[in-house]
């Protein structure tokens, strides 16, 4: 459904988005992950017409999304980043004025609209005013209008974005039904609502991808590693010494102390460990040092991980990449 | 074509939800009331010529141009939240990803601020019917007025949709349009103090515009002027909305 090649946007002298590739097959739900300001609302400005890219090749359904921009603009619904709407209008009205402008014939705008309303469950504020209207209802009324010209291809920029639980679980239910017949493009810096949405994810950050798959084989790159919540009572630095000292784990955070004062602090740390039996150990090498403990917890490694893994912000230098690239090509 | 319509519709309506245009419309009509009837009074009991000149009607239209300086805030008022607004709430993403051209919501938008003008000036279709009740109407001449009315809407809006597509946010539109007609406003003043170059400045300035239209005359040197004004600042708007998707 989209197709992206070497991809590039420059502002000035920043370069927001480097090269970037990667399709999107129809009828998938496809989530758009990055830390903010990583590019990803670049990138779908760019795939939805409002930006022009610096270089590189968008193909929205098969057409050129560079060289017929409004053919390529007919195949895909689009909701902004903050979903902005014009708050003078009624909600009905807006959505007829937009079925219009996405040249729906004049004949089947009351339908389109009607259908586009009750899909996206506004029906019941059709004849409010959108700027009285709650940002959950705008939010709903945003996706009514990306709807409203019956698009194959949905593009919706952070869409849970400033919503409530309820409202959040609202929108995404919608998306999920939404997907049954159309392809839909969603870009978030929510892990969990990938996992929850998503049949494909692409990570992007510092305008690169970085990673793509389904969330099940991203999580699966970091498979085998485990993380270990840990809680005790005892000096903060004979939890250290004794952690410090077993080579299968790995401290990530802590140990630190909670509260208390000399053997009767509580402290709390976050280990990271591949043996199996790392638990075992650790626990082991607490009761010998005669430290109490209070619960020892294993976690599997979430996509949170593999995000943090994969967009933690290295120092910035040249030379650093070009020395991790020629290791690459010499392994290869 | 259907493009321009919707956004011009859509445009007018966002004009007529807004109270500024009430409040300018009633500026306005009371504006042209109080000016018409001092007009009408001065012209009672004095004795006609029978030129065109001297009726109050083209005294209204075309003598009296301090009677103008309103318009001088009133278009930035109409043009600065057309293209500026949808800046500064975001709705231009909305728009420029739906299947529309630069050119087709220029112009919708501009031609939007055309029929708020023509809407500005239509109540005074009222005082040509009382001056024919009461005395004789040119209705040529009035019909020429109209005309140069029109001309000085198509010149001066077309300017006020450039500055609103320039700017990010309506305030700052609605300051460089009044900047850029009041500043054309001054040098059209030049034409009575200016000893060379008198043309030049009678062209910038509505008050040469207005003078001739009001007397019944057509002047295709103003209409000229006013197209040629208006198709450079359209032009340089739509260029403006086509860098913004490259420049970003």
């Known amino acids: 459904m989209i197709e992206v090649r070497d991809l590039t946007k420059h502002y000035g002298s920043h370069e927001a988005v480097r090269g970037l590739t990667f399709d999107v097959p129809r009828g998938q739900i496809c989530g758009f992950l990055g830390p903010n300001g990583a590019g990803k609302s670049t990138t779908l400005r760019m795939l939805t017409g409002f930006l022009a890219p610096t270089r590189g090749a968008i193909s929205i359904g098969g057409v050129d999304a560079i060289e017929e921009p409004l053919e390529a603009r007919k195949a895909l619904g689009y909701m902004p980043e903050a979903c902005p709407l014009y708050p003078e209008m009624r909600v009905g009205e807006y959505l007829r004025y937009r079925a219009a402008l996405k040249a729906v014939p004049s004949g089947e705008i009351a339908g389109r609209v009607e259908s586009s309303l009750k899909q996206a469950s506004v029906s019941d504020v059709a004849h409010r005013i959108i700027g009285q209207l709650s940002k959950g209802y705008r939010q709903r009324v945003g996706l009514a209008d990306a709807l409203v010209a019956d698009p194959p291809l949905l593009v919706l920029d952070e869409p849970t974005a400033g919503l409530d639980p309820n409202q959040i679980r609202q929108v995404r239910e919608l998306i999920t039904e939404l997907a049954k017949n159309k392809t839909v493009l969603l870009s978030t810096h929510i892990l969990p609502e990938v996992e929850a949405l998503c049949d494909r994810v692409l990570i992007i950050n510092r305008g690169k991808l970085v990673s793509e798959g389904e969330p099940g084989t991203l999580r699966g790159q970091i498979a085998g590693r485990q993380v270990i919540r840990l809680e005790g009572r005892g000096a903060r630095g004979a939890f250290e010494d004794v952690l410090g000292a077993l080579p299968q784990v790995k401290i990530i955070d802590g140990p630190k102390a909670l509260s208390g004062s000399g053997e009767h602090q509580i402290v709390q740390a976050r280990l990271e460990a591949e043996d199996p039996d790392a638990v075992e150990i650790v626990f082991g090498a607490i009761a010998k040092a005669g430290l109490t403990l209070r619960e020892l917890r294993r976690q599997e490694a979430s996509l949170e991980d593999v995000f943090a893994d994969l967009t933690t912000d290295e120092p910035e230098e040249p030379d650093a990449d070009d020395s991790d690239l020629d290791e690459k090509d010499e392994e290869e | ?248």
């Open chain 2, 1 to 248: 074509m259907r493009a321009t319509w919707t956004i011009l519709r859509r445009e007018v309506y966002a004009l007529f939800v807004s109270p500024m245009a009430y409040v300018m419309l009633t500026t306005w009509l009371i504006w042209c009331g109080v000016t018409y009837w001092f007009l009408a009074s001065y012209f009672v009991g004095q004795q006609f010529s029978g030129g065109p000149q001297d009726s109050p009607l083209t005294m209204f239209f075309g003598q009296t141009t301090l009677f103008y300086l309103p318009l001088l805030v009133f278009v930035p008022l109409i043009t600065m939240r057309l293209l500026a607004e949808e800046h500064a709430r975001g709705t231009i993403e909305l728009l420029m990803t739906a299947p529309v051209t630069e050119t087709q919501v220029v112009l919708g938008k501009y031609l939007a601020a055309i029929v708020f003008w023509m809407a500005l000036w239509a109540p005074t279709g009222l005082y040509v019917y009382l001056t024919s009740v009461y005395g004789h109407v040119d209705l040529g001449t009035v019909a020429t007025s109209y005309f140069g009315i029109l001309g000085v809407g198509v010149y001066y809006l077309a300017l006020g949709t450039l500055m609103s597509a320039l700017a990010r946010n309506p305030i700052v539109a609605a300051i460089l349009t009044f900047l850029v007609l009041g500043g054309l406003f001054l040098i059209g003043v030049g034409q009575f103090l200016a000893d060379e170059n008198r043309d030049l400045f009678a062209y910038l300035s509505i008050w040469g515009h207005m003078e001739s239209f009001s007397r019944g005359v057509i002047d295709s040197r103003y209409l000229v002027f006013d197209s040629t004004v208006a198709a450079v600042a359209l032009a340089f708007a739509i260029g403006a909305l086509k860098l913004r998707r490259i420049e970003g």
